[in-house]
Each structure stands twice: as structure tokens, then as C-alpha cells.
């Protein structure tokens, strides 16, 4: 069995009180939608810290282009007239000027089964879908329905929250070009929408964008190790802007902030280095991660033992690592919760869900450590509403995260060769 994590590091994190500080203060730049000025505030906020902990480490900034975005104006009214609350996902496409009007075709869930009996019914009507728990095994994603309303002919699309009362953001599933106009709603408003015995529904959209290229960044702090091998430790500083992003993603940022100050001390001596990073448009289909890996050369692709990538790490007491198909790592991780006292499962299917997935594609060993997995009352259920806000996330539970991320990445940065290797199989 593996040691349990050096005592004083353990004390030192224990002992942080600058975990729950950071944490509230990362809450307070906002909802950190990549582009705003929370977005560039919370970046402003991580150097500060950062630097705190390790003067010495000035960090590099990797510039990362997109394809900005940003809604002017987002309306929907309804058949009889009235206006109902809406909220564009990220990166949707305008409607004409004067706005879309269609029938829409409520699809349920939005599985592929409803798709396929509805077949020729979307032809040039607006599809309606409903927004699922995201971290659960079979979880069909936002994107996928998106997707399937396009290729069978829909001319706009809806997701509706699962909080009465409430919308619910995301991103559109555009990739830039073409695209449908897409909106997140209430419940009571999917179920005014339903289709009657006199027909179906009819909906107005209206959405005004605005759309130039832009750059954001990638903040790196390297610690070296004995050896040029490293382990990446990540979290996304963007979210959206219907709240603060608080499980999604401050509670990430928050434990690599304070892994970072417990390690940075002691990676000198370890055999691996420690590399911090700091990715943005997350929310933007894993941009950030997705230029840095391309960038890597197999050489340097060979150097990174592991990723370990927290996203939404509290907000439940239970812990999961999506493995991202490499089976190879898993023993070590519950070997490593074993010891650290900690409870924790291992969930093998690759999920496209952050940015761990851009290295696992890259042939990087990649873990998401993820809280509430499969449990459909834990408090992640809120993620991408408005109640995704600080008072859902217990301290505890954000310290015992960031415990077995710096045992995980500890552990990591100090297995011999063999065992690392190991974690590249499959
Ligand atoms: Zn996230």
C-alpha cells in the first residue's frame, strides 16, 4: 500500500484557511463567462494567489484565440402572446432581426429514441429537449441533442431546467459557422409549450449577437522536480453568467490554489515536477485544453505521467475520478484513497465533459475528480442554474478534495517509473 500523504503537507492544507477564502473570493468575481471582465478578474485573482504562495514563480501565459461571443438581447414569446424568461446558450447563433417563429416539438428528454419517432416532424419547427444530470453514467449531453435537432431539420432549439422556476445556461453545442438559435428555459414554460389537441405550439425566438475573434489565456506555473517528467494538476477558471460558478468551477480552482501552496515547498524533491494550469472557454468545447495539447510534441505528450483536472470537486461528500478509459490508473488512486482514509470511486468511461478529456485524447493518462457522481440529490444537480452558488458547497467537503488531490498528485509526482507506466494502459 502506498504511504499516506506526508504529515506536514497534510497539516499544512488542514491548516489553510486561505482554501475557503480563496474560494468565496473566486465566488465574488461573478460567473466568470469567458470574455467578461469577471472572467478576466478571477485570472487577476489566481496570479495574486499564486504569487502569494511562491513568489519566485512569475508563470507563463499561453494566449488562447477564440471565437468570441456575446448576446445582446435573448426574447421568447409564447403563442398567446405572452413573454417567457429565456437565457441563450453560449455561443448560439442570432435569429433573423425580426426573429424566428416556428412550431415546436417537445421530444422529452431528448434521447435518440425520441428523436428517430419524431423523425420528419422537426423538419422546420423548433425542437424542445430537457437538460439532464450531468455526471451520471449515460448522461445524454446538451450537445448530442443539439446535434441530433440539426440534422433532422429543426430551425431552433430549447432546454428546459430542472429547477421550477428557474432557466438553465450551457453552451449551444456550436462549434462557430452554422448553427440553430438555442435557448435555456424554465420547466413551466416547457410546459406551456406542449402540444395541444389543436396542434402544436408556436414560439417566437429573438436573439442579437455579437461575434469577433478574441483571446484569452492559459496560466501556467511550473514546478520542477528532480527529473523533466511532470504532473499536470488543472481546474477551468470560466463558467456562466446565471450565478457565481461556485461548484463549477470555483470549487476546483480553490483546491489547486491551495494544493499548490502546500506543494510548491517540496516539489524540488520529488521526482516529478508539478504543473499548475489554469485553463479558460472550458464552457467553449475545452478550447483552452484542447490548443494546449494539439501544441505538445510527443515528446513533451510523454513527459506528463498524469493529469488530474478538478471540476466541481464539492457541493456532495462523495468523490469520483473519471478515468477516462486508461483502467492502468485506477489501482493507484484507490490505493491512494485507502490510504489517506478517503473514499473514492473510479468511473471508467472517457466523458468529454472538461478538460482531462483533451489530454486522455492526447494519449495523456487524464482523471476528472468530480463530486456527486450518479447521485441525483446531491447538490451538482444545480450546476449551470442559477443556485450553482457558494452556500451549496460544505468547507469540509472542499478540504477533504483538496486532501486527496495533494495526496493523488503527491503520490503521483513520486512513483517510480514502472508503476507510472503502468497508468498508460488501457
Ligand atoms: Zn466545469
Redesign the pocket.
Known amino acids: 500500500m502506498m504511504p499516506a500523504l506526508d504529515k506536514t503537507i497534510a497539516d499544512r492544507i488542514a491548516a489553510d484557511r486561505g482554501l475557503w477564502q480563496d474560494f468565496n473570493d473566486i465566488c465574488d468575481c461573478g460567473g466568470r463567462l469567458a470574455g467578461t471582465d469577471s472572467e478576466r478578474k478571477a485570472f487577476a485573482l489566481l496570479r495574486e494567489r499564486v504569487h502569494a504562495a511562491s513568489p519566485a514563480n512569475a508563470g507563463r501565459s499561453i494566449p488562447v484565440p477564440y471565437g468570441g461571443w456575446r448576446a445582446r438581447r435573448a426574447m421568447l414569446r409564447l403563442g398567446d402572446g405572452t413573454m417567457a424568461a429565456c437565457h441563450p446558450l453560449v455561443r448560439t447563433i442570432a435569429t433573423p432581426r425580426d426573429g424566428l417563429t416556428a412550431e415546436v416539438v417537445d421530444l422529452g428528454r431528448g434521447t435518440p429514441e425520441e428523436f428517430d419517432a419524431h423523425g420528419r416532424d422537426l423538419e422546420g419547427r423548433i425542437a424542445l429537449v430537457r437538460h439532464e444530470l450531468m455526471f451520471a453514467a449515460g448522461t445524454i449531453h446538451r450537445r448530442r441533442k443539439y446535434d441530433m435537432a440539426r440534422a433532422r431539420g429543426a430551425v431552433g432549439f430549447l432546454i428546459a431546467g430542472p429547477l421550477p422556476g428557474e432557466l438553465v445556461a450551457g453552451s449551444s453545442g456550436r462549434e462557430g459557422g452554422e448553427g440553430i438559435p438555442a435557448l435555456g428555459i424554465a420547466p413551466e414554460t416547457a410546459a406551456r409549450l406542449a402540444r395541444r389537441a389543436d396542434g402544436w405550439s408556436t414560439a417566437s425566438m429573438i436573439i442579437e449577437t455579437e461575434e469577433s475573434p478574441a483571446e484569452t489565456e492559459t496560466l501556467v506555473y511550473d514546478y520542477p522536480g528532480r527529473t523533466g517528467d511532470w504532473v499536470v494538476l488543472s481546474a477551468?477558471v470560466d463558467?456562466h453568467d446565471l450565478a457565481e460558478s461556485a461548484m463549477?468551477?470555483g470549487t476546483?480552482l480553490a483546491a489547486v490554489l491551495a494544493v499548490t501552496r502546500a506543494l510548491a515547498p517540496e516539489v524540488a524533491r520529488f521526482r516529478r515536477g508539478l504543473r499548475v494550469m489554469f485553463f479558460s472557454v472550458?464552457?467553449w468545447a475545452l478550447t483552452g485544453s484542447a490548443q494546449y495539447v494539439k501544441a505538445l510534441s510527443p515528446v513533451d505528450r510523454d513527459r506528463i505521467a498524469l493529469n488530474v483536472n478538478l471540476?466541481?470537486v464539492a457541493g456532495s461528500s462523495d468523490l469520483a475520478a473519471l478515468t477516462s478509459g486508461y483502467a492502468g490508473v485506477e489501482p493507484f488512486l484507490l490505493d491512494i484513497a485507502a490510504a489517506n482514509g478517503q473514499r473514492l470511486r473510479t468511473v471508467r468511461p472517457l466523458m468529454t465533459?472538461?478538460d482531462h478529456a483533451n489530454f486522455a485524447l492526447g494519449g495523456i493518462p487524464a482523471i476528472r475528480l468530480v463530486a456527486g457522481f450518479d447521485d441525483p440529490a446531491a447538490n451538482l444537480r444545480l450546476?449551470l442554474t442559477p443556485d450553482d452558488t457558494r452556500d451549496k458547497v460544505e468547507e469540509a467537503d472542499l478540504r477533504r478534495a483538496t486532501m486527496l488531490t495533494a495526496a493523488i498528485v503527491a503520490a503521483a509526482c513520486e512513483a517510480d517509473p514502472a508503476a507510472a507506466a503502468t497508468w498508460r494502459r488501457s
Open positions: 477551468h463558467g463549477d468551477n476546483g472550458e464552457e471540476d466541481s465533459n472538461s450546476v
